[in-house]
T-cell receptor
Framework: DAGVTQSPTHLIKTRGQQVTLRCSPK?????VSWYQQALGQGPQFIFQ???????QRGNFPDRFSGHQFPNYSSELNVNALLLGDSALYLC???????????FGSGTRLTVV | EDQVTQSPEALRLQEGESSSLNCSYT??????LFWYRQDPGKGPEFLFT???AGEEKEKERLKATLTKKESFLHITAPKPEDSATYLC?????????????FGTGTRLQVTL
């Protein structure tokens, strides 16, 4: 049973560029959440998608946007990248019928 | 606003030297408290969910307990392979979605 799959694993971008990160949820999960984890910090909630809609957003600017597809997979887009956007981006999937969150291995984004 | 504080920030133990990690929290409407293990550069790995004060869960050398304001992760006779960052998070429903709020973690190093 495949867990949460994220791609790419590593990415280097230049300030001002745009980036798209991808996530395939665990089989049976219909909800996807995205988190940003800076070095030495705990993960910070970005937003959650369910039924192809953004349901809740954390304290992140509009430069961060997302999408969920009919197969429950999701994308995180970040525009106008800043050096401070360098972090590990984590995708977590869950089910509305359960309480567990399963995390992927993350995408390490470096902005130079 | 939900708050999670973990202590200590870092802990160094010798193999076999038992200890406890602390997670204190403030949240309105707690749905559950999660413990995760995270290895460097990887996503969080689920350990336990606790739902109500007085609840305890065990897995190998780890035991998690919950009170109304704190959770403890007890590590009995640790081994070097237990070295990792341990994260706790509170789970809350927001009406339209659910989210996890994490602490900054405790970095555990177990030496021979």
């Amino acid at each position: 049973d495949a867990g949460v799959t994220q791609s790419p694993t590593h990415l280097i971008k230049t300030r001002g560029q745009q980036v798209t990160l991808r996530c395939s949820p665990k089989s049976g999960h219909d909800t996807v959440s995205w988190y940003q984890q800076a070095l030495g910090q705990g993960p910070q909630f970005i937003f959650q998608y369910y039924e192809e809609e953004e349901r809740q957003r954390g304290n992140f600017p509009d430069r961060f946007s997302g999408h969920q597809f009919p197969n429950y997979s999701s994308e995180l887009n970040v525009n106008a990248l800043l050096l401070g956007d360098s972090a590990l981006y984590l995708c977590a999937s869950s089910s509305t019928t359960g309480e567990g969150y399963t995390f992927g291995s993350g995408t390490r984004l470096t902005v130079v | 606003e939900d708050q999670v504080t973990q202590s200590p920030e870092a802990l160094r133990l010798q193999e076999g030297e038992s200890s406890s990690l602390n997670c204190s929290y403030t949240v309105s409407g707690l749905r559950g408290l999660f413990w995760y293990r995270q290895d460097p550069g990887k996503g969080p790995e689920f350990l336990f969910t606790l739902y109500s004060a007085g609840e305890e869960k065990e897995k190998e050398r780890l035991k998690a307990t919950l009170t109304k304001k704190e959770s403890f992760l007890h590590i009995t006779a640790p081994k070097p392979e237990d070295s990792a960052t341990y994260l706790c998070a509170v789970h809350r429903y927001t009406g339209t979605a659910s989210k996890l709020t994490f602490g900054t973690g405790t970095r555990l190093q177990v030496t021979l």
